[in-house]
């Protein structure tokens, strides 16, 4: 008769499991960590693909050990498609638990071993089973989505800038400078484009212009009030090159501008679907200086403003506030802080240059601005703006809070108020910009 080795059976749920990951692109590094009653650490940890396999054969590893919460760094875009697995497995596994994604930087702070490029699984875990991480905001799919297309279009004006910038440095290069013509004006592309496409100096080209009714016959109005930028200029003349580098800098220009427009349009299809967002938008649209477009990426950067209980944190997330330093028991104010959402800031303070300088209607924000620009301007106007995007972001807040519009002689004071205007017609696009981007795409084809 044979000897067979007998096994205990192990009672996992006795213990308390928690769960770290490190993410890779290509790896997902695992550890589950405890502690029983007697002190004694448990460890084992493993590795796996990120690929529907290697999830699978992931989940099958952990979940005998049912873990309370599982942990991993915020790596990117990497860790999306773990945290929406998690999520999917949450709903149907047997027994609670929490997914938590924290910030590298919040990681690296941990007292003990500090963080360098990477924090392993088994160090992510030990701090999970301390409870030195609490669950973190959830990642909300299409909220991520809305951010990666504005952020996206943030590349493709900065693209834009780059290549009027450089038409017009060909131009001058050529010694024709007329000044104040913006090149985001069609008619100025047209005009040039035309110049271009003829033979001679400037100055053949305006005579043609006059004499021939036939020659840009969409924008003879509005060329004819702008016509004198360019008299100064009417001997000088583009040489094959010239002609050549402008003509494909304005293809680029056109593409990337319909691009644009033809992300707003995607823009809306997904508020079509968000009526809720779609509302919030609206409202945030009735403050002078935020725009539609403003107002939509204001509400995917931001996401649900239940997580900023007070709007000193929104101040601070949206890095409209000045850091703080202490020494010797003394308090000082520095500049505002670089570790925030920089899209953010630069939206407010974009907003508050708009509301000091171009803004007209008369509101308490536009008395405030000015108050502030009489107190403060004479020193810098950074301090102003950032003093005003300050008040910009206290607004936005009040009004995700309270549901409300724009009130211009008091501000958003009145919590559950009616909406007077339908949201349901809320869009980002205008119909002369798709049209517009339509013309500029046929350009290109040809």
């Known amino acids: 008769m044979e000897e067979a080795e007998y096994k205990f059976s192990v009672d996992w749920t006795k213990s308390d499991f928690f769960c770290g990951l490190d993410v890779h692109k290509y790896e997902l590094s695992v550890a589950i960590y405890s502690r029983d009653k007697s002190g004694a650490p448990f ?7 990120t690929d529907s ?12 050990y049912r873990p309370n919460g599982f942990i991993m760094e915020a790596t990117g875009v990497y860790h999306h498609h773990i945290y929406e697995f998690l999520v999917r497995k949450r709903e149907k596994a047997s027994w609670p638990f929490k997914i938590i994604v924290v910030n590298p930087a919040d990681a690296s702070g941990i007292p003990g071993r500090q963080k360098n490029d990477k924090i392993d699984a088994e160090h992510l875990a030990r701090y999970l089973a301390a409870g030195l991480f609490e669950e973190g905001k959830p990642i909300i799919k299409i909220l991520e989505d809305l951010k990666a297309i504005f952020r996206s279009l943030a590349r493709i004006e900065k693209d ?19 000044k104040k013509v913006d090149l985001n004006s069609e008619w100025a592309c047209e005009l040039i484009r035309a110049f271009i496409e003829r033979e001679g100096t400037l100055g ?21 009030k702008n016509i004198e930028k360019f008299l100064p200029y009417k001997d000088f003349s583009l040489s094959s090159a010239q002609k050549a580098l402008i003509r494909q800098n304005l ?35 009735s403050i002078p200086s935020i725009s539609a477009f403003s107002a939509v990426w204001i509400m995917a950067e931001i996401g ?27 308090v000082y104010s520095a500049h505002v802080s670089r570790h925030s959402n920089k899209y953010l800031r630069t939206l407010f303070c974009n907003a508050a ?13 536009k008395s405030y601005a000015m108050r502030i620009m009489a107190k403060k301007g004479v020193y810098s106007k950074t301090l102003v703006y950032n003093i005003v995007a300050a008040k910009l972001v206290k607004i936005v807040h009040a009004i995700l809070r309270d549901g409300v519009r724009f ?7 009145y919590p559950h108020a009616t909406h007077p205007e339908d949201s349901t017609t809320f869009t980002i696009t205008e119909r002369k910009d798709i049209r517009r981007a339509s013309r500029m795409l046929r350009h290109v084809q040809n």
Do not use: M
Not at 258 to 272: C, N, Y
Not at 312 to 325: D, K, M, N, S
Not at 407 to 413: I, S, V
């Open 304 to 330: 649900n403003v239940e997580k900023f209980p007070t709007c000193r944190q929104l101040l601070a997330y949206c890095g409209c506030c000045p850091r703080i330093v202490s020494s010797a028991g003394k």
């Open 407 to 413: 009130d211009p002689n008091g501000g958003a004071k």
């Open 204 to 224: 053949d080209f305006l005579d043609k212009f006059n004499s021939d009714n036939n020659v840009l016959k969409k924008h003879r109005t509005v060329i004819f």
């Open 43 to 49: 460890l084992k940890s493993n590795v796996f693909g």
């Open 160 to 178: 834009r800038t780059a290549l009027k910038n450089r038409i017009k440095k060909t131009l001058d290069r050529a010694g024709i400078r007329p």
């Open 353 to 365: 240059s708009v509301v000091c300088n171009q803004v007209k209607r008369e509101s308490e924000l």
């Open 53 to 64: 396999q290697g999830l699978d054969c992931f989940w099958r590893f952990v979940r005998k």
């Open 251 to 285: 293809v680029d220009l056109e593409f990337k501008t319909a691009r644009k427009v033809l992300s707003g349009v995607e823009i809306d299809l997904l508020l079509s679907e968000l009526p809720g967002l779609r509302r919030y938008a609206h409202n945030l649209s």
